[in-house]
């Protein structure tokens, strides 16, 4: 604030309160006069003497409309109120009013309808009204982000917490730093509302609070600024899935993937493959096959992806299963057999995804598996019994894995193996009746009578009881 002599400013308040009189009876006074007592008012650094200023302005603005000088000091005047009132909260009306008043000051200065006198200095004071909103903004953002890092620390620490009395502490820091960070990111917001990382704070805080759809809507202000964008399409769709909304998510981790570079890095490629999780949780799987082969152009020994593509053809092989058997249900034989060339053709594409996860990864169960499995529904009986042959090391326990093994040995012929593969299943499951005929059958074929004989009394006792 500009400051007056004492002489002057006794001079002048003889002037104002004569004219404070005149204006009390409806007379309209001259601007200075309406200035020259604001500014009394205000040097005064009374804030009980504010509203007087504010009087005095307002009443300027009611007579001659609006003026640049009179806006300027009225903006200033929530700043004083701003610099002594406690507690961001409390803060809030007063820094909206003072936005308000240094956005009219710019429309003033801006519009050349209104009267040249009226717009003097205004150069200065839009240049100094935007100095101090910068100021502002800066405080209370910076203010905001240390607040928020206190937050997500206790949040971390909290995880791990295990004595009561520190959890009480740092539960109760979190909601005061987060009431706080919240207060001052609104204020940010308040000053300078097209800044996205006050959004993009605010967003932070509502995920590290679990809030994520208060989060989304905050981070959504920010995408109409097109440097923000692409930094918020990410946050937002992973706050979608969070709240288990994969569908929700689509639009914005597509957008953000389908920008990316080519060759594209490894979050990149992350970020694909989520968006195929994405599609799949939504049921849209010819999507997501789309994203599986662009993954595995640039990444052709991701595992991951190779057996979710070898899945995505086990899916379409039994969607054409379904169609050849309503055909062959219906008696229309004709249209069965194309509909099962369909599924054999799935099958085979199938296989040859997840016949290359296996080589890559042979010590992952479920690769080796979903190998095993599709070798066996093709009935390609030596690459079935040697990925089953690979399972019942990996997972020795599991019966299943013991009787496809000897199921896929005797359609080779293999019985002396066969034999092996039942009995170590049989060992595990001492009760299963099919396993026993099954080993009195193969002993009988490779001339052990006794252990048959012994196999058919052991199935016929479990079929008795």
Not at 94 to 118: F, G, P, Q
Not at 348 to 374: C, I, W
Not at 438 to 456: C, F, I
Request: aromatic share 12%; hydrophobic share 35%.
């Amino acid at each position: 604030m500009k400051y007056f002599s004492k002489f002057a400013l006794v001079c002048v308040a003889l002037m104002v309160l004569a004219a404070s009189l005149a204006d009390a009876k409806g007379r309209k006074l001259p601007i200075g006069a309406y200035i020259k007592s604001a500014k009394i008012s205000i040097i005064s650094g009374d804030l009980d003497r504010y509203p007087e200023a504010l009087a005095m302005l307002d009443s300027l603005a009611m007579h001659y409309g609006p003026h640049a000088e009179a806006l300027y000091l009225t903006s200033q005047v929530y700043v004083d109120y701003i610099e002594q009132t406690a507690g961001p909260w409390n803060k809030k009306p007063y820094v909206e009013k003072m936005v308000a008043y240094i956005d009219s000051l710019h429309m003033c200065c801006e519009n050349t309808k209104i009267n040249r006198k009226h717009r003097d200095g205004c150069k200065d004071y839009t240049t100094k009204a935007d100095s101090i909103r910068v100021k502002y903004w800066r405080q209370y953002y910076n203010d905001a982000i240390g607040q928020l890092t206190a937050v997500q620390s206790a949040v971390s620490d909290l995880q791990t917490e295990t004595d009561s009395i520190n959890i009480e502490f740092l539960t109760r820091t979190k909601e005061a730093k987060a009431d706080s960070c919240l207060a001052n990111l609104e204020l940010a917001i308040a000053i300078i509302p097209e800044d996205f990382r006050s959004y993009i704070a605010m967003g932070s805080l509502y995920e590290t609070e679990g809030e994520y759809a208060k989060a989304n809507e905050m981070l959504k202000q920010g995408l109409a600024d097109s440097t923000a964008r692409s930094q918020l399409l990410l946050p937002i769709a992973y706050n979608y899935i969070s709240m288990d909304d994969y569908c929700g998510a689509i639009p914005y981790l597509k957008e953000k993937v389908d920008a990316a570079p080519e060759p594209p890095d490894g979050s990149d490629l992350e970020n694909m493959y989520n968006l195929t999780v994405c599609y799949n949780n939504c049921g849209i799987y010819d999507s997501a096959f789309v994203y599986y082969k662009e993954i595995l152009k640039w990444a052709p020994e991701n595992t991951t992806v190779l057996s979710s593509v070898g899945r995505y053809f086990n899916q379409q092989a039994r969607y054409a299963s379904d169609s050849a058997r309503t055909y062959r249900d219906a008696g229309k034989s004709a249209k069965a057999s194309e509909w099962q060339e369909q599924v054999n053709e799935y099958f085979d594409s199938s296989s040859v995804y997840f016949k290359e996860s296996f080589r890559l990864n042979p010590e992952n169960p479920t690769y080796v598996e979903d190998y095993a499995v599709v070798c066996y529904l093709r009935e390609d009986w030596v690459e079935a019994a040697r990925a089953f042959q690979q399972l019942t090391q990996l997972q020795p326990d599991m019966k299943d894995h013991w009787v496809s093994l000897g199921d896929c040995r005797l359609k080779t012929n293999e019985f002396d193996k066969a034999i092996i593969a039942y009995e170590a299943a049989v060992e595990l499951d001492p009760d299963d009746t099919a396993i026993w005929d099954n080993l009195a059958l193969l002993y009988k074929e490779v001339g052990q009578n006794a252990k048959a004989s012994q196999a058919e009394k052991r199935a016929e006792q479990l079929r008795r009881n």
